[in-house]
């Protein structure tokens, strides 16, 4: 038996809870899988998973070794990439998951200095609001926006992003132009599904919640942007959402005299001592890039 081999298979069964999902992953059979687990438990004299038809369980005795392995592991992943890193520039793939919109618009600009920095590395970006398991889907970064869930990844702050509320001169002279938030309501607004449907701004210490209804909902800010301005109706998004079509005036701002809360932009990664060369430059480029980057 390969125990080194049939440990990381483990390893990955109990973060998956799946044989089929470990298999996949690995590229290996399903049988393949099983036989590992089964020959580590027999070195083992001990029971490390429990299985049926429909789910994977680890027992008292597998959760010990679990987090052993897993610690030996991430060590021998360390000095692996430490001696990798030692002795070549950077390369090799990086995966990453980009927020449609941002992505498209902010991040993939910057794609082209970064290779002719690190011709060697190769970007495997995912463009996709949806959030994603960093851990067990095998990403290696993750740039989100927003508030950020509680969990043991590590979060890097790359900028606070300005909202603005818009609306089309042609919206405006047919419904008239808001001049408090509490008239929102009275007005057709756009929505954006993905996150909180209330606005929030704020004037002279007094704070006003609005919550907006309308016509229209979308997953991506850039659709609601385009149906903003042919008029349909009023919308809140980062500014680097409608940017252009405020530059053409084909938006007006809204509600100057409010304040709108910033949202966070922030370079997620599993918690890793050591990370490996080529992950640490594109992070520390990223940083770069919105560090001298006026507002967002």
């Known amino acids: 038996m390969d125990q080194l081999s049939a440990i990381r298979t483990f390893c990955k069964v109990v973060e998956l809870q799946s044989f089929t999902k470990t298999a996949q992953q690995l590229e290996l059979s399903v049988a393949m899988v099983s036989k590992q687990v089964g020959l580590l438990e027999q ?3 001990a029971r490390l998973l429990m299985r049926t038809t429909r789910r994977v369980s680890v027992t008292e005795a597998g959760q010990l070794y679990y987090v052993r392995c897993h610690a030996i592991l ?15 520039r950077p390369s090799g793939p990086i995966r990453i998951s980009v927020p449609m919109d941002f992505g498209t618009l902010k991040v ?3 794609l082209a200095e970064f290779h002719r920095s690190y011709p ?6 995912e463009y996709s609001d949806r959030l994603v398991a960093l851990v067990e889907e095998n990403f290696d970064l993750a740039l989100r926006i927003g508030a950020l869930p509680d969990s043991s990844l590590i979060a890097r702050p790359l900028a606070q992003m300005s909202l603005i509320t818009c609306a089309a001169p042609d919206y405006l002279a047919r419904h008239g132009t808001p001049t408090h938030p509490s008239q929102l309501p009275d007005h057709n607004c756009l929505l954006y599904t993905l996150s909180e449907p209330q606005w929030s701004y704020q004037q002279k210490g007094h704070h006003y919640q609005v919550r907006p209804k309308g016509a229209m909902r979308a997953n991506t ?26 530059e053409k005036g084909e938006l ?5 005299d409010f304040e709108l809360p910033t949202v966070s932009l922030n370079l997620l990664y599993p918690h890793r001592h050591f990370l490996p ?11 770069d890039c919105f560090k001298h980057s006026p507002d967002h």
Not at 229 to 246: A, K, T
């Open 252 to 256: 007006l701002p809204l509600l100057e």
């Open 108 to 110: 993939a600009p910057l």
């Open 43 to 45: 070195h083992l004299n």
């Open 221 to 246: 800010g850039r659709a609601l942007a385009l149906a903003a301005s042919q008029g349909m109706g009023i919308i809140m998004q980062p500014r680097f959402i409608v940017e252009d079509y405020l």
């Open 74 to 88: 991430a060590e021998l992943e360390q000095a692996d990439a430490m001696i990798s890193d030692h002795s070549r």
């Open 120 to 125: 060697d590395i190769q970007l495997n970006l």
């Open 277 to 287: 060369s080529r992950v640490k430059c594109f992070v520390e480029y990223m940083e």
